[in-house]
Nanobody, 120 residues
Framework: VQLQASGGGLVQAGDSLGLSCTASGRTFVNNAVGWFRRAPGNEREFVAALNWNGASTNYADSVKGRFTTSRDNAKNTVYLQMNSLKPEDTAVYYC??????????????WGPGTQVTVSS
């Protein structure tokens, strides 16, 4: 399965931005999907994840209350809505699928990331 995250860009602190993750080659409607990010000089870190139908979600403490992940399985697309963005949210954002229906273990497939830059 090929994943593609899109929607990144340059915004100001306090703005909102929405990312999308689409799959090609194979559907991921039966798989959990996660969002991760890597800031310059930092390790890749977990941001959010949701199970196969979106009923169960998990967020990093740093984004809880500001970011929301959801999915539309009919469109084979997962979303990450980012509100109240902060300069420390600047990173390359990646989506990835898990092996199963829930976000246990490590993701299996990764897509190329999309750059999000938040200016102060």
């Amino acid at each position: 399965v090929q994943l593609q995250a899109s929607g990144g860009g340059l915004v100001q602190a306090g703005d909102s931005l929405g990312l999308s993750c689409t799959a090609s080659g194979r559907t991921f409607v039966n798989n959990a999907v996660g969002w991760f990010r890597r800031a310059p000089g930092n390790e890749r870190e977990f941001v959010a994840a949701l199970n196969w139908n979106g009923a169960s979600t998990n967020y990093a403490d740093s984004v809880k209350g500001r970011f929301t992940t959801s999915r539309d399985n009919a469109k084979n697309t997962v979303y990450l809505q980012m509100n109240s963005l902060k300069p420390e949210d600047t990173a390359v954002y990646y989506c990835a699928t898990y092996r199963g229906a829930y976000y246990n273990g490590s993701p299996l497939y990764w897509g190329p990331g999309t750059q999000v830059t938040v200016s102060s």
